[in-house]
């Protein structure tokens, strides 16, 4: 079974570690260089030097009224049916996050495994892949909070216990994600130092750190060294696009308080190679929805 075993930690991060950047240790693309693929040269480029790639208006029309009508559903009826699933905001209590739609979904399930999106996550970490988390944040008008600036590897290497950063993630925006409502920001180059955090994680962490990020966030003085480096980007686009994230890269949002919501639906590509093993910190794995361990299988 996963997570039995001890493996040797190339990225330690809180306990006893003090905050401070560290060089990355694994590739960002693992194809060979110019292979053939889905994405082209000047792609693969931006992606392997910024950490993140936007491709607009991969999904339109019929295909993408579709997601959004799902986005709707699970919205109205999702927290009744799965309610271990479903995180609300902490004033407000409108639906935040939904965790496991690529299982609770039949439409959210085909999109994972569409290859629009499957196939550049095979060809960027060269393996077959499966989804280690999926989710929808539902980042509502008016009282939508923030998620603070993270590294994802940096949790789900802690917590989740995921060797290596061969991982990548992909969000779709379900409505339109302007500089106002709160988008995806991003460091770019960001992902090529890893950043170590302080303070040692809480039992049952993720149940508050999925309302409110306080462990296992960067120290000031190594974001600002990250900003400086390079300008934070935001990540406006249309409904239907992709924005391709690497694991590593530094990334939040700001709050919502504009009429019109900011909903993605994201999912989480971990090469097969790179299945989970036991976290590197002092807890036990966080639960199946947040991360599989026990349902893995090649989409």
Known sequence: MPGTTQHSDLYPSRGQQTARLTERLDPVVYAAPNSPGPLSPAQVQAYESNGFLIIEDVFTGESLQTLQDELERL???GAQTYPQQTITELESGDMRSMFQVHQHSPVFRQLAANPKLADIARYLLD?????HQSRVNYKPGFRGQEFYWHSDFETWHVEDGL??????SMSIPLTR??????????????????VVCEGETPD????RSLQKQEVGVPGDAQLSQLAEQSCITAACCNPGSVIIFDCNVMHGSNGNITPDPRSNVFFVYNAMSNQPVAPFCNQPPRPEHLGSRLHIEPV
């Open 75 to 77: 919205r109205l009826h």
């Open 127 to 131: 393996d077959q892949v499966y989804i």
């Open 163 to 168: 060797p290596r950063m061969r991982t990548l």
């Open 177 to 194: 994600n302007s500089e106002n409502n709160g988008p995806l920001m991003l460091i770019p180059g960001s992902h090529r130092q890893y």
């Open 204 to 207: 049952n962490n993720y149940a």
